[in-house]
């Protein structure tokens, strides 16, 4: 696999941006990591420690140019609160077990996920869900985090918990403290408004260095961070058996899926914006390369972060170069410049962490979510309480079930409507939408928007239900927008059909895909095709259900009578409406009407009188085809002459049946000459076609088939000469 994919054909002209946005994100990275580390329950010098080696194995797998990983909020929150659920102290020695050991398994989860190809799981995570499990997990953390700046330890728990650390802190307050964190939130927040590309947050934790090391903060109460020796982080190998391994996978489970799903979203984000593309299963596994190297060095799960990737952005940063130069800063300051972490007061700390948050709170999203879509606001809500009152696991679980109820409330109750024609106009328009689209007499045009399914199949039958009047004659369902059935919906349209047929309305299902007439076959109701109630378009269905063109219309009261002209069925249904209709069985399908037509002929008691009826008054089947389907029906008839008896196959019975099919497929040409001279020269080429298959499969049967039609092109010359001769003596009986 190809390593440093960003740093393909570097330019040098990239190199200043780069060198100064990785001396810039090293610098604010600094307190944030550090805060990070003590909300996660171990030290704040190992957020120093998951800024190195972590940052540098994502940078070594990733294929996003700007992205910034490392100690970010969500993971240790996540991680925090697990700690305080199984009653684990923060900062003692099982949490410095049980949290590298949680990074460890994360990153395994992630290796998983990776194999699987799993990246576009997060597309199953909508906005608000995502939007109010993060904001949640942020709200959780500053509470946690306001009893360190009222100068107490940090608070634990859920929301009920958290209050009450707060109010116990408030009785035991330490005013400089307080002083300290409320000074250095409020510069940094103005400074954020003001100078948004200032780093102000390295100059509040210089100057509270500086106090602690001019006027002595800690001799007048005020809490400093430990000391820690110089150096780069030492090797932390598993501790499997001090575990509870079924509590870190179930945890750590929770942690990859965040992780993957905020550092996939944020990633196509900023390609998006800054015209790029990544590789998603390539961002997985630079995450899960990032969460193993934090597991051996001793830190908590790391995770992409998008306020420092935004100041990358702004600072202009163009390759994964800016992660190599930050890791590079960090590594310089572990091993030189450590000592003042010793000098830092915990409530300026803090404060850095809380303006850091403050900015991941999606107070934007929840305002435009409650502007337009209330339902998915309340889902936002949602996972926000129910982070803040139960805890990550429940928040999260309450977020994803409501988001699959609001997609089956959604889907119950779709856009749907019925539709009418408009006088001079091509096409079917939306009733409610177009003031002067009418109803077709005797017609229902009903158009559902969603697929169907359990949750909407009694929907769409009550509308249609409802519509129906004593003058309805068809009703025709626009399928177009219906991307599946399930069997449920299946068993029901069966129902529909057959309770119309038996009140003498027609039922049928129209413009849909050809997917669709697959899933009827295999859910059990393929006889709605064969019965006609499956057709390929609006118009074939109204030329079906019998209704004259141009069609009747239904006006309203006061604006007279009108009629519109359109393409005939026919004319417009010009592709194969059995190979739509039926996919592989298309051929034997033909062949089905081929046998019933020619029972259909037999059954015909006087055939003189079809020479000026036409076949069409006796069988209704050609109504149910389109033209090139019915010029190649009409040609398989003939192929089967020979199935017809023998007294129907001798003198002018088999004339005129020859002659009645040569007629219908003449009438087919003449039409399309004149209606659509395009479709004309397909229907030809298709004739050529059929004659040359035939040819080549059976040349025997092709044989036949033209003495036949010779044959029968004699007779009825004949047949007419005779005619004419007895015609001009007046000599003619009835059998002439």
Same mark, same amino acid.
């Given at each position: 696999?190809?390593?440093?994919?960003?740093?393909?054909?570097?330019?040098?002209e990239?190199a200043?941006?780069?060198?100064?946005?990785?001396?810039?994100?090293?610098?604010?990275?600094?307190?944030?990591s550090?805060?990070?580390?003590?909300v996660?329950?171990?030290?704040?010098?190992?957020?120093?420690?998951?800024?190195?080696?972590?940052?540098?194995?994502?940078?070594?797998f990733?294929?996003?140019?700007?992205?910034i990983?490392?100690?970010?909020?969500?993971?240790?929150?996540?991680?925090g609160?697990?700690?305080?659920?199984?009653?684990?102290a923060?900062?003692?020695?099982?949490?410095?077990?049980?949290?590298?050991?949680?990074?460890?398994?994360t990153?395994?989860?992630?290796l998983?996920?990776?194999?699987?190809?799993?990246?576009?799981?997060?597309?199953?995570?909508?906005?608000?869900?995502?939007?109010?499990?993060?904001?949640?997990?942020?709200?959780?953390?500053?509470?946690m985090?306001?009893?360190?700046?009222?100068?107490?330890g940090?608070?634990?728990?859920e929301?009920?918990?958290?209050l009450?650390?707060?109010?116990?802190?408030?009785?035991?307050?330490?005013?400089?403290?307080v002083?300290?964190?409320?000074?250095?939130?409020?510069?940094?927040?103005?400074?954020?408004?003001?100078?948004?590309?200032?780093?102000?947050a390295?100059?509040?934790?210089?100057?509270?260095?500086?106090?602690?090391?001019?006027?002595?903060?800690?001799t007048?109460?005020?809490?400093?961070?430990?000391?820690v020796?110089?150096?780069?982080?030492?090797?932390?190998?598993?501790r499997?058996?001090?575990?509870d391994?079924?509590q870190?996978?179930?945890?750590?489970?929770?942690?990859?899926?965040?992780?993957?799903?905020?550092?996939?979203?944020?990633?196509n984000?900023?390609?998006?914006?800054?015209?790029y593309?990544?590789?998603?299963?390539s961002?997985?596994?630079?995450?899960a390369?990032?969460?193993?190297a934090?597991?051996?060095?001793?830190?908590?799960?790391?995770?992409?972060?998008?306020?420092?990737?935004?100041?990358?952005?702004?600072?202009?940063?163009?390759?994964?170069?800016?992660?190599?130069?930050a890791?590079?800063?960090m590594?310089?300051l572990?091993?030189?410049?450590?000592?003042?972490?010793?000098?830092?007061p915990?409530?300026?700390?803090?404060?850095i962490v809380?303006?850091?948050?403050?900015?991941?709170?999606?107070?934007?999203?929840?305002?435009?979510?409650?502007?337009?879509?209330?339902r998915?606001f309340?889902?936002?809500?949602?996972a926000?309480?129910?982070?803040?009152?139960?805890?990550?696991?429940?928040?999260?679980?309450?977020?994803?079930?409501?988001?699959?109820?609001?997609?089956?409330?959604?889907?119950?109750?779709?856009?749907?409507?019925?539709?009418?024609?408009?006088?001079?106009k091509?096409?079917?328009?939306?009733?409610?939408?177009?003031?002067?689209?009418?109803?077709i007499?005797?017609?229902?045009?009903?158009q559902?928007?969603?697929?169907?399914?359990?949750?909407?199949?009694k929907?769409?039958?009550?509308?249609?239900e409802?519509?129906?009047?004593?003058d309805?004659?068809?009703?025709?369902?626009d399928?177009?927008?219906?991307?599946?059935?399930?069997?449920?919906? $299946?068993?029901?349209?069966?129902?529909?059909?057959?309770?119309?047929?038996?009140?003498?309305?027609?039922?049928?299902?129209?413009?849909?895909?050809?997917?669709?007439n697959?899933?009827?076959?295999?859910?059990?109701i393929?006889?709605?095709?064969?019965?006609?109630? *499956?057709?390929?378009?609006?118009t074939?269905?109204?030329?079906?259900?019998g209704?004259?063109?141009?069609?009747?219309?239904?006006?309203?009261?006061?604006?007279?009578?009108?009629?519109?002209?359109?393409?005939? $069925?026919?004319?417009?249904?010009?592709?194969?409406?059995?190979?739509?209709?039926?996919?592989?069985d298309?051929?034997?399908?033909?062949?089905?009407? *081929?046998?019933?037509?020619?029972g259909?002929?037999?059954?015909?008691?006087?055939?003189?009188?079809?020479?000026?009826?036409g076949?069409?008054?006796?069988?209704?089947t050609?109504?149910?085809?389109g033209?090139?389907?019915?010029?190649?029906? *009409?040609?398989?008839?003939?192929?089967?002459?020979?199935e017809?008896?023998?007294?129907?196959?001798?003198?002018?019975?088999?004339?005129?049946?020859?002659?009645?099919?040569?007629?219908?497929?003449?009438?087919?040409?003449?039409?399309?000459?004149?209606e659509?001279?395009?479709?004309?020269?397909?229907?030809?080429?298709?004739?050529?076609?059929?004659?040359?298959?035939?040819?080549?499969?059976?040349?025997?049967?092709?044989?036949?088939?033209?003495?036949?039609?010779?044959a029968?092109?004699?007779?009825?010359a004949?047949?007419?000469?005779q005619?004419?001769?007895?015609?001009?003596?007046?000599k003619c009986?009835e059998? *002439?």
């Open positions: 696999m190809a390593v440093f994919k960003t740093l393909r054909g570097y330019r040098k990239y200043v941006k780069d060198l100064l946005s990785g001396i810039v994100i090293a610098a604010v990275s600094i307190p944030i550090m805060g990070y580390a003590e996660a329950g171990i030290p704040a010098i190992y957020g120093l420690y998951g800024s190195v080696f972590p940052i540098l194995l994502f940078a070594l990733s294929t996003s140019r700007q992205f990983f490392g100690v970010d909020a969500a993971p240790a929150a996540i991680v609160a697990a700690l305080s659920t199984w009653g684990i923060a900062g003692s020695e099982q949490a410095m077990v049980y949290v590298p050991m949680t990074a460890l398994f990153g395994l989860w992630l998983v996920f990776y194999f699987l190809r799993a990246g576009k799981m997060v597309d199953y995570i909508s906005t608000p869900v995502m939007g109010g499990f993060i904001s949640g997990i942020a709200v959780t953390i500053i509470l985090q306001v009893p360190k700046v009222l100068g107490s940090s608070g634990s728990g929301l009920p918990e958290l009450r650390h707060i109010c116990h802190a408030i009785r035991q307050i330490h005013p400089l403290s002083v300290l964190g409320v000074v250095s939130l409020i510069v940094i927040v103005a400074a954020g408004k003001l100078i948004p590309k200032f780093p102000m390295i100059i509040v934790m210089a100057f509270g260095v500086l106090l602690t090391c001019v006027c002595h903060v800690d007048y109460g005020v809490r400093l961070l430990s000391q020796e110089p150096g780069l982080p030492k090797l932390v190998l598993p499997f058996d001090q575990v391994i079924s870190v996978m179930g945890r750590s489970l929770m942690v990859a899926l965040v992780v993957m799903a905020e550092t996939l979203l944020s990633e984000n900023f390609a998006f914006r800054n015209g593309k990544i590789e998603d299963n961002e997985v596994l630079a995450c390369a990032g969460n193993l934090a597991a051996f060095v001793g830190c908590c799960p790391v995770n992409g972060s998008i306020s420092r990737t935004s100041m990358n952005d702004q600072y202009g940063g163009k390759t994964q170069a800016v992660s190599i130069v890791a590079g800063v590594a310089l572990l091993l030189f410049g450590t000592g003042f972490i010793g000098y830092l915990v409530p300026v700390l803090t404060a809380i303006s850091a948050l403050m900015k991941v709170v999606e107070w934007d999203l929840a305002k435009r979510l409650f502007q337009v879509s209330r998915e309340y889902i936002f809500a949602a926000f309480v129910g982070v803040l009152m139960l805890g990550t696991i429940y928040g999260v679980i309450i977020g994803i079930v409501l988001s699959f109820v609001a997609v089956i409330l959604r889907k119950s109750n779709p856009a749907r409507t019925f539709l009418g024609v408009i006088p001079g091509d096409g079917f328009y939306d009733r409610r939408k177009n003031r002067y689209a009418c109803e007499q005797g017609v229902k045009l009903y559902f928007g969603e697929s169907l399914f359990f949750a909407n199949i929907v769409f039958q009550e509308d249609i409802n519509c129906i009047g004593r309805t004659r068809a009703v025709i369902v399928m177009g927008t219906v991307a599946g059935i399930d069997i449920t919906a $299946a068993d029901r349209l069966a129902l529909m059909a057959d309770s119309f047929f038996a009140r003498g309305i027609g039922f049928y299902l129209t413009e849909h895909k050809e997917s669709i697959e899933q009827m076959r295999a859910l059990g393929g006889r709605l095709i064969e019965e006609g109630h *499956v057709r390929r378009t609006i074939a269905a109204l030329h079906d259900a209704v004259p063109d141009p069609y009747p219309l239904k006006i309203p009261d006061g604006e007279g009578g009108r009629r519109l002209h359109s393409l005939s $069925a026919e004319t417009e249904n010009t592709l194969e409406e059995f190979a739509w209709a039926f996919g592989e298309a051929v034997n399908q033909i062949e089905k009407q *081929v046998h019933a037509i020619i259909q002929i037999h059954k015909i008691p006087e055939l003189e009188k079809l020479m000026e009826e076949l069409e008054g006796h069988l209704d050609w109504k149910w085809l033209a090139i389907d019915e010029d190649e029906l *009409v040609r398989r008839v003939e192929l089967h002459m020979d017809l008896p023998e007294d129907m196959l001798e003198g002018k019975n088999s004339a005129i049946i020859w002659k009645l099919l040569e007629e219908r497929r003449e009438r087919i040409r003449d039409r399309l000459s004149r659509d001279p395009e479709e004309l020269e397909q229907l030809e080429a298709y004739r050529r076609k059929l004659e040359q298959r035939l040819e080549r499969q059976n040349p025997e049967a092709a044989r036949r088939l033209r003495e036949r039609e010779a029968a092109a004699g007779r009825m004949k047949l007419r000469l005619k004419r001769v007895c015609e001009g003596e007046g009986d059998n *002439v």
